[in-house]
């Protein structure tokens, strides 16, 4: 079993930065890639980044890249995405999984309850 939490979702001006943050616990955590999803009202929950079970493959969406990093912290329990340059079409509700790494929802095992991000201008 591995349990996912995010944190650091908040308000934020367009043109402004924040930094989600994964924490995940289970004996087996270290063996997963870790995603970040998002999902924003009336649409379908969408890939943003995942990183590797060994944190040296990193993938984004064409919607992120440039913009935004994902990293796992030095004890690997933990998984950051630091987004910068926010935009109004960034607004969603961040979700933080455990599973393969892979653009689709469905490679993933474990779903943490979700971080509300909004961008206003």
């Known amino acids: 079993q591995v349990n996912v939490v995010e944190s650091g979702g908040g308000l934020v001006q367009a043109g402004g930065s924040l930094r989600l943050s994964c924490a995940a616990s289970?004996?087996?955590?270290?063996?997963?890639?870790m995603g970040w999803f998002r999902q924003a009202p009336g649409k379908e929950r969408e890939f943003v980044a995942a990183i590797s079970w060994s944190g040296l493959n990193t993938y984004y969406s064409d919607s992120v890249k440039g913009r935004s990093t994902i990293s796992r912290g030095n004890a690997r329990n933990t998984v950051y995405l630091q987004m910068n340059r926010l935009k109004l079409e960034d607004t969603a509700v961040y979700y933080c999984?455990?599973?393969?790494?892979?653009?689709?929802?469905?490679?993933?095992?474990?779903w943490g309850q979700g971080t509300q991000v909004t961008v206003s201008s």
């Open positions: 289970g004996r087996t955590f270290n063996t997963y890639s």
């Open positions: 999984a455990a599973g393969s790494a892979s653009v689709s929802p469905a490679e993933y095992r474990y």
